[in-house]
């Protein structure tokens, strides 16, 4: 009885699966560090202080916001660094999504 | 035929069932680091849940093809004889699912599944009635492998995220952003999971559907209803498994940051989707489990605890066998008890879903009896609160003690010099203060020579203008001059002794 083993299909797998969440993380962080460089550092307070979170308390989050502030404020970036980076950062952010649609697609078409 | 129409419905109703609760399982290996880290509430997450699993069980059928066409050897066996046997197994994955649960050993629904399938189909026909090809490569490969994949996947992309958002000048890194992020990728978790999950049911109703006739055996797709009614049923256990997690879930997640849980949601995601395109049957919760350690690993200063790690991984390596076991058990009944086998097997189901139901009922939950999976592979890497500095953090670090030494020898050598100019000014001053005090002495000295002399000289001089005048008086009476001069002293003189000169 030979058992024949499909080892391409493993490496497929691996390699679309890092692929796809190497573009996914990679746009989405890309996206978030131009949003922070354009001055809009995002504070995502938890949507639910539940007993299990201790990441962040509603203190911390405020202080988090005023730090952010401070910091866009001293931004030595002129306006049109700022709305460059913020393009940026949306464009990151829509080549994200479109990665994750790709894949759905992609999934679906096979 | 009608016995045959019995055991298929038998057959649909605990496949359905086995749906539900894997649903129920399994909505927190969807939803359990967005719930950690906070980016979804519990209930919207369970709904979001809920409604991903429903679309992701019409995305697509490879998984329920391997099942229903591949696992059994349908031109070596009894098709009507096999009926009870997928009866009998499913009940050994229902019991192993509900053992595993109240005891709280990590498991896995699609593992138990399969073992229960292929421990009955062993007792029924041997050997021969299982494709171990299919079974190694589709089924026994990728539950070894996709944890691994996840987790390695897990790491990279963690490390990629913490290194593009990472900050050096200290100002705030945005990185609670990941939470928005997180509503996506455990939404196509689920999604995923849906994809996934579901199509196993789908398969097990279709081989059921095959081996009664009511369905051609050349007919890969599962029907229509059979994937409407496979997919409500698991997003209905989603839905209804979801008051559990808000209570139980998170207590081995606590130190799972938005980033890392982003990152590993994604690496779940991106192995189910792609092993579920090729037809891989894998388990949900071992790729959220390596992805969650995986993850872990990718943050600074983590190490694995192994002990807890070898814990999860026997867990793992168990079921399939252990479910085997039992389904082989549940099958052996109804081979030697023949239809009152069946009649066995059905009180057996009948009583394992109404504990199950009395158990889920029951007011204590606790980490041991809930689905803590993915929280308990959360234990198996320890993370440092305060993480060694990167190799740039380190390389800046060194430069700003390079420059604080430098600042600080500078400083020195400044005060050093201001010390030897105040000593040398000191001296300097001393030594002219000395100088002219000596220039002053000497010129004083000098003064009092040069005053004496005068003195002298004067004193000299007074001396000798006198005998000049005294000789020029004797002198001017012989002469005009002389004579008026006289006169003119002589008036004065007189004048002076009368006291009528001018006044």
């Known amino acids: ?110 | 035929m009608e016995t045959a129409a019995l055991i298929v419905v038998l057959v649909i109703a605990l496949a359905l069932f086995f749906d539900f609760t894997n649903g129920f399982h399994d909505t927190a290996n969807a939803m359990a680091t967005p719930i950690a880290t906070g980016a979804l509430k519990p209930k919207v997450a369970v709904g979001l849940a809920a409604g991903l699993n429903l679309v992701g069980a019409f995305l697509s059928t490879e998984v329920s093809q391997t099942v229903s066409h591949g696992l059994i050897r349908e031109s070596q066996i009894d098709h009507l004889a096999f009926l009870p046997l997928i009866f009998a197994g499913l009940i050994g994955a229902v019991a192993w699912n509900m053992l595993t649960w109240l005891l709280g050993l990590p498991s896995s629904s699609s593992h138990a599944l399969f073992g229960g399938l292929i421990g009955a189909t062993l007792v029924g026909f041997g050997v021969a009635g299982v494709d171990f090809g299919v079974l190694l490569s589709k089924i026994i490969l990728p539950a070894v492998l996709s944890p691994l994949t996840a987790g390695i996947i897990a790491f990279v992309v963690t490390r990629l995220a913490y290194g593009i958002t990472r900050r050096y000048d200290g100002k705030p890194d945005g990185r609670s952003g990941f939470r928005w992020g997180q509503i996506f990728t455990s939404s196509m978790v689920a999604l995923a999971h849906g994809t996934n999950d579901a199509q196993k049911t789908m398969g097990i109703i279709t081989l059921a559907l095959i081996m009664a006739g009511w369905q051609s055996q050349t007919e890969a797709e599962p029907h229509i209803w059979v994937i409407f009614a496979c997919a409500f049923t698991i997003a209905l256990g989603t839905y209804l498994g979801g008051w559990r997690i808000i209570r139980t879930l998170g207590k081995g997640l606590t130190d799972v940051k938005p980033a890392q849980g982003f990152s590993a949601e994604t690496s779940t995601a991106a192995t189910i989707l792609a092993s579920s395109a090729l037809g891989f049957a894998l388990s949900t919760t071992q790729v959220a489990s390596g992805s969650v350690i995986g993850s872990g690993l990718g943050r600074r200063g983590s190490k694995v605890r192994w002990g807890t790690a070898g814990k999860i991984a026997v867990g793992w390596l168990l079921t399939l066998p252990a479910a085997g076991l039992v389904g082989a058990l549940a099958a052996l009944i109804v081979r030697w008890l023949g239809p009152w086998g069946i009649l066995v097997d059905a009180v057996l189901a009948l009583v394992i879903i109404v504990a199950l139901f009395l158990r889920s009922r029951r007011d204590a939950v606790t980490a041991a009896n809930a689905m803590s999976d993915v929280a308990e592979s959360g234990r198996a890497v320890k993370v440092k609160k305060n993480p060694p500095p990167t190799r740039r953090q380190r390389a800046i670090l060194r430069e700003q003690e390079r420059q604080k030494a430098e600042e600080k020898a500078r400083r020195k050598a400044e005060e050093r010099e201001r010390e030897r100019r105040r000593l040398d000014e000191q001296a300097r001053a001393k030594a002219e203060k000395k100088a002219r005090a000596k220039a002053d002495a000497k010129k004083s000295s000098d003064e009092k020579k040069k005053s004496d002399a005068k003195k002298k000289a004067d004193a000299r001089a007074h001396a000798g203008g006198k005998k000049k005048a005294d000789d020029a008086a004797k002198k001017t009476v012989g002469t005009p001059k002389k004579k008026a001069d006289d006169a003119a002293a002589g008036d004065g003189k007189k004048k002076a002794s009368t006291g009528k000169g001018p006044r």
């Open chain 1, 1 to 110: 009885m030979s058992v024949a083993i499909d080892w391409l299909a493993f490496l497929r797998v691996f390699l679309v699966a890092l692929v796809g969440a190497l573009l996914v993380v990679g746009f989405y962080s890309t996206g978030l560090r131009l949003l922070v460089r354009a001055g809009r550092v995002p504070v995502v307070a938890p949507a639910e202080f539940t007993d299990a979170i201790t990441v962040i308390s509603p203190k911390q989050a405020a202080r988090a916001e005023k730090a952010a502030a401070k910091a866009a404020r001293k931004s030595p970036l002129s306006d049109a660094q700022k709305m460059l980076a913020r393009i940026g950062a949306y464009a990151s952010f829509t080549l994200c999504g479109l990665a994750v649609a790709a894949g759905i697609l992609l999934i679906v078409l096979h």
